[in-house]
């Protein structure tokens, strides 16, 4: 099929650019790209044809394939990723800034000719529902099939998207190259006046998904404070109590710290009658709406998950969406073409390929997957989708919580006072690091509101713009903290986890309804004891008192260590929050 002219509907703003940009790179051909399933059918063809999928076991995996990248590329590189502002002020001391003329220079001699030999795709695409007043389209070219079938999962590609743009010329600008990945020549740069992002010499999803982290968070933080909204690293769902009432609910975690399982979360069967509905497991873009309240939608059309420790205990929904249409990334693969790592159910094979492709045996050293392999699913595969993942105005969000991996401190579950305090609760966030970024594991790193590698300008003035939100948002949504993580004195988790975790929501959403018993501590309310439905659980009443304690000595030390964070942001951190910082250590 001819697709190297561009379509009918791509207006004269996006075919000027993409002229400019072929100009730039000089490819042997040029693909654009429509989104049908007979696109998708004939790109995967080629993509196994070059080796840059593999087919995996079409009876257990139906429509499931492998992609093994380059093991110098298998995470996003925060040290490489730039935020390209006029001033250095602009981006913040939590951010690498470039100034953008050095960046235009430095990448553009890097993409000059940068796809001889290679063909340019072009994805149009939209990030939000078809139609919806708080979507934004978005451009990506790339030398990538790769890319190109992922983006096809992750948003609603194709020609859609272009119907939707119409003759504006209001759309994100994305180029991306693999180059030769060359970790020496790998930059992935934001130029939020000008909504534009260039990424080059990287394959990883996070890295070169455009529509993602680049535009749903860094981009889109930009523009969400310019434009009086909210783009955040959150899950959405909805949770549905016997008397058929929904209550929707937006959740920041850091990145493999169980977004995705809280977003599909499986009730216990003591709690019959109740249902959570996932609409998003990662971005929420949220605006207010006529009536006071806060709307948000999920800019996302797939998961790009973490593999890892998924299993039908953690996340059976999980496990049932990536049963087909799934696009595995740097995961081990059985003898007879099924995926496997650490984690996933049953014994351990006795042999496997492991996520170089090198052959691995039972007992080996050596992780059989990568820890920060990924599967790319299609949210239409979940089977708790929410019937309302595609309303264009969105769900009101009436409760949002910040949780972090903390193995102490934190207690289990906590409600701010108020506004004010919940941001500076989510803005203290800390958790332990994980393998979905470079860098050292187990370090408990400052992660406000889990948006340190992903907010597009200084943190401080992104504060701001959480407390100035007050101002607009007639119903604010109750604000909480949780914390799935924490141990006792002997190591141990002290709570379950996973779908136990609905004993936690279902506190927080009778919380919302002015229900559900709570004390008052220094830090905020906390279940009383028995304020938290324990049915059919086993744990002890000490193991839980311990799980909601305050201890006045550790956050007197949390209370210092946050010392750093505010010393960095000296300059932009709101007086507010200060103030919040001085009343609770004047309280404990």
Not at 102 to 123: C, E, H, N, Q
Not at 319 to 344: C, F, H, P, S
Request: with cysteine.
């Amino acid at each position: 099929m001819d697709r190297s002219t561009p379509p009918a509907n791509a207006n004269a703003h996006v075919r000027k650019w993409v002229e400019e940009t072929a100009r730039m790179t000089k490819p042997d051909r040029i693909y654009w790209c429509d989104g049908s399933e007979e696109e998708r059918a004939a790109l995967t063809q080629e993509a196994v044809a070059k080796g840059v999928l593999t087919p995996l076991n079409q009876e257990k995996l139906p429509g499931c394939y492998l992609h093994r990248s380059d093991p110098n590329d298998v995470a996003r590189v925060e040290h490489l990723t730039f935020i390209c502002t006029p001033t250095k002020r602009g981006a913040g001391p939590t951010n690498n800034w470039m100034d953008p003329k050095d960046a235009y220079a430095k990448l553009g001699a890097l993409f000059d000719g940068s796809m001889r030999g290679r063909t340019l795709y072009v994805i149009p695409y939209a990030m939000g529902p078809i139609g919806s007043p708080l979507a934004k389209i978005g451009m990506e070219i790339t030398d990538s099939i790769y890319v190109v079938l992922n983006m096809r999962i992750m948003t609603r590609m194709g020609a859609a998207a272009l119907d939707m743009l119409g003759e504006s010329d209001d759309f994100n600008r994305g180029v991306h190259s693999t180059l030769d990945l060359n970790p020496e020549r790998r930059f992935i740069c934001h130029f939020p006046q000008d909504n534009t992002i260039w990424s080059v010499g990287s394959g990883y999803g996070g890295n070169v998904l455009l529509g993602k982290k680049c535009l749903a968070l860094r981009i889109g933080s930009y523009l969400a404070r310019t434009e009086g909204w909210l783009a955040e690293h959150m899950t959405l769902l909805g949770v549905e109590s016997p008397d058929g009432e929904t209550t929707y609910v937006a959740a920041a975690f850091p990145s493999a710290c169980g977004k995705t399982n809280f977003a599909m979360l499986v009730p216990p069967p003591q709690f019959e009658g109740w249902k959570v509905w996932t609409i998003g497991d990662d971005i929420a873009w949220m605006r207010v709406g006529a009536d006071g309240r806060l709307w948000a939608i999920n800019p996302e059309a797939g998961y790009f998950g973490v593999a890892p420790g998924t299993n039908h205990a953690t996340n059976p929904n999980a496990m049932k969406t990536i049963a087909r249409d799934t696009l595995y990334t740097n995961v081990a693969v059985t003898k007879d073409g099924d995926v496997w790592w650490e984690g996933k159910d049953g014994d351990v094979p006795e042999e496997l390929t492991d996520w170089r492709g090198r052959p691995w045996q039972k007992g080996s050293a050596e992780k059989a997957a990568h820890p920060n392999s990924r599967f790319t699913a299609p949210m239409r595969n979940n089977p708790v989708l929410s019937p309302r993942v595609d309303d264009p105005n969105g769900v009101p969000i009436s409760a949002i919580i910040f949780g972090g991996r903390r193995s102490s401190t934190v207690p289990l579950v906590l409600q701010a006072f108020n506004w004010v305090h919940g941001v500076y609760l989510g803005a203290m966030m800390g958790s332990e690091t994980t393998a979905a970024a470079t860098g050292k594991i187990g370090v408990t790193r400052r992660d406000p509101m889990a948006m340190l590698p992903f907010c597009g300008y200084d943190m401080g003035d992104y504060f701001a713009h959480w407390l100035d939100m007050q101002h607009h948002i007639g119903v604010p949504p109750r604000v909480f903290q949780v914390n799935w993580f924490r141990k006792s004195p002997d190591g141990r988790f002290l709570w379950p986890g996973f779908g136990e975790n609905m004993r936690v929501l279902k506190w927080i959403v009778e919380r919302t309804r002015g229900a559900a018993a709570a004390r008052e501590t220094p830090l905020g309310w906390v279940p009383t004891d028995g304020g938290l439905d324990l049915s059919g659980l086993d744990i002890s009443r000490d193991d839980f008192l311990h799980s909601v304690a305050v201890d006045r000595d550790e956050w007197k030390t949390e209370i210092g260590s946050q010392e750093e964070l505010f010393n960095q942001l000296a300059e932009s951190m709101p007086p507010a929050l200060r103030l919040q910082r001085e009343l609770l250590l004047s309280q404990l």
